[in-house]
């Protein structure tokens, strides 16, 4: 599944786990969580159409990429070793044949209260499903 290969290319990205260890995480982070993390999880995804009277079994996931540190400087580190990392992605992993890797956009944000930053990256990662 996509959200498996992902994760394999996230936490087997030396520039990643430089920063982040194993904090990687699928949809929410942990409570309590060490930092710096990264949460992702799929927020889009394209259905499949029909060609040629089948179902054409390449689709495209959007994913957002949440990279949250205790300062701005090391949120924005993390997004860049992340769109670094995704951008141009191709190959099989876990499966699963990915045939091109974009992001889409890029966020800042900070959480009141708990005083944590976070660049938001959305990728679209083209796939086969």
Known sequence: MIHQALYSKLSTTAAITNLVSTRIFPTIGQQ???????????VNYTERTSFHGGV????????????????????????????DALNGWT?????????????????????LGIDEFAVVVEIDITHKE
């Open 32 to 42: 309590g969580r060490i930092l710096p993390c990264l949460v992702y999880q799929r």
């Open 56 to 83: 054409n079994p390449i689709v495209v996931s959007r994913f957002q990429i949440d990279c949250i540190a205790s300062t701005p400087t090391q949120a924005l580190a993390l997004a860049k070793q992340v769109t």
């Open 91 to 111: 190959g099989i992993v876990e499966g699963v044949n990915i045939y091109m890797t974009e992001t889409v956009s890029s966020q800042d944000g900070f959480e």
